[in-house]
T-cell receptor
Framework: KNEVEQSPQNLTAQEGEFITINCSYS?????LHWLQQHPGGGIVSLFM???GKKKHGRLIATINIQEKHSSLHITASHPRDSAVYIC???????????FGTGTRLQVFP | EAGVTQFPSHSVIEKGQTVTLRCDPI?????LYWYRRVMGKEIKFLLH????????ESGMPNNRFLAERTGGTYSTLKVQPAELEDSGVYFC??????????FGPGTRLTVT
């Protein structure tokens, strides 16, 4: 069992839909990261959070430390949101990242 | 400001050959990380430099892999001799202490 689990693995949506991607982890962490990779593109950091909630544009990330769970929400989804979304955690005594397998999102017009 | 750069973007070599990957971090970032994604699997940590020192090399698969960061600037990752299972995408990332990591575009290594 991976230390970081994401669900779903694949997700399709119609433009405008509200999207949720989930991440659960089983290790102690200092921070949780949400990353995005477009097809053929590099990895971009979306959020780094250790508690509560962060918002950037149409993206919202939340974390529940007690339940070891985080969610990434996309409001009013758009085809340009189509990408792989990756959850990763960094431990309490290290900055190295432990990655989930990613969620492939496709948003259709 | 220039981002993290990696060279080459793609390398195809034969089993037994040597390949050297290079990463140039964002200027001023003391932390430099190497990660690898093998096809179908999640990205895995290889090692972490703080300036020129290896902070954590627990993810290095075996002694065929050698990483250096001379002068605390760019880093190289050498694979010698390459094996088929070394194929994958090698990512480099850099960060300032305690901050988010910025990733390079990756080097796709194919060993035939």
């Amino acid at each position: 069992k991976n230390e970081v689990e994401q669900s779903p693995q694949n997700l399709t949506a119609q433009e405008g839909e509200f999207i949720t991607i989930n991440c659960s982890y089983s290790v102690g962490i200092s921070a949780l990261h949400w990353l995005q990779q477009h097809p053929g593109g590099g990895i971009v950091s979306l959020f780094m959070l250790s508690s509560g909630k962060k918002k950037h544009g149409r993206l919202i990330a939340t974390i529940n430390i007690q339940e070891k769970h985080s969610s990434l929400h996309i409001t009013a989804s758009h085809p340009r949101d189509s990408a792989v979304y990756i959850c990763a955690v960094s431990g309490p005594n290290t900055d190295k990242l432990i990655f989930g397998t990613g969620t492939r999102l496709q948003v259709f017009p | 400001e220039a981002g993290v750069t990696q060279f080459p973007s793609h390398s195809v070599i034969e089993k037994g050959q040597t390949v050297t990957l290079r990463c140039d971090p964002i200027s001023g970032h003391d932390n430099l990380y190497w990660y690898r994604r093998v096809m179908g699997k999640e990205i895995k940590f290889l090692l972490h430099f703080v300036k020129e020192s290896k902070q954590d090399e627990s993810g290095m698969p075996n002694n065929r892999f050698l990483a250096e960061r001379t002068g605390g600037t760019y880093s190289t990752l050498k694979v010698q001799p390459a094996e088929l299972e070394d194929s994958g995408v090698y990512f480099c990332a850099s960060s300032a202490q305690g901050y988010e990591q910025y990733f390079g575009p990756g080097t796709r290594l194919t060993v035939t």
